[in-house]
């Protein structure tokens, strides 16, 4: 089974403050897909990036960065110089070969940028 | 960029009500559609898997028979949440993958809040 853990519910930062968010993941499988996607108050899932299994090159877009570490499972996500705009949660999930196309969703963070 | 559309985004009714969600894939096919459901302050939690032309997959726990799914065509899933009750109140969030390029990350509809009397 697939498992993602977000540890942090809730970051609260100043604006122009950098903030990670942690993502673990848990599976068995060689071939899978990380994703990061953006929730905010009005509801709909926004798609930031996504990853795969066998390229382990971070990358920047923007003010945003993502760092993939096979080794300790991890996929954790930077917004540098956030903006009150970046207040929102954000998903970390996962989608292995043979469960198809199922997202596992983590339980997400919500992140406050206080002006 | 692939557009998904769901409606209704609100939806306000009474006890013992069916309530029935669309779910379009404006500019691409997709044999293959998701239902999400979603707590307050809580994570996404899969609730079937919508395949066109055949029955839908549920996750464990879903009830069948509460949460109809109807694929009928590659553009259009519909949940219809029968004999709606207080606790059916939730967000509901359709997906699609396109049939061309189904290694792309699913596209999400903007949801339906769904609020039972």
């Known amino acids: 089974a697939q498992k993602v853990t977000q540890a942090q519910t809730e970051i609260s930062v100043v604006e122009k403050e950098d903030v990670t968010l942690d993502c673990v993941y848990e599976t068995r499988d060689t071939t899978y897909y990380l994703f990061w996607y953006k929730q905010p108050p009005s509801g709909e899932l926004v798609f930031l990036i996504r990853?795969?299994?066998?390229?382990?090159q971070n990358e920047i877009s923007g003010r945003y960065s993502w760092n993939f570490q096979k080794s300790t499972s991890s996929f954790n996500f930077t917004i540098t110089a956030s903006q009150v705009v970046d207040s929102a949660v954000y998903f970390c999930?996962?989608?292995?070969?043979?469960?198809?196309?199922?997202?596992?969703f983590g339980g997400g963070t919500r992140v406050l940028v206080k002006p | 960029g692939a557009v998904v559309s769901q409606h209704p985004s609100r939806v306000i009714c009474k006890s013992g009500t069916s309530v029935k969600i669309e779910c379009r894939s404006l500019d691409f096919q997709a044999t293959t559609m998701f239902w999400y459901r979603q707590f307050p302050k809580k994570s996404l939690m899969l609730m079937a898997t919508s395949n066109e032309g055949s029955k839908a997959t549920y996750e464990q726990g879903v009830e069948k028979d509460k949460f109809l799914i109807n694929h009928a065509s590659l553009t259009l899933s519909t949940l219809t949440v029968t004999s709606a009750h207080p606790e059916d109140s939730s967000f509901y969030i359709c997906?699609?993958?396109?049939?061309?390029?189904?290694?792309?990350?699913?596209?999400f509809g903007d949801g339906t809040r769904l609020s039972i009397l």
């Open positions: 990853r795969n299994s066998f390229d382990e």
């Open positions: 997906s699609a993958i396109p049939d061309r390029g189904r290694n792309q990350p699913q596209h």
């Open positions: 999930a996962l989608k292995v070969r043979t469960a198809g196309n199922k997202l596992t």
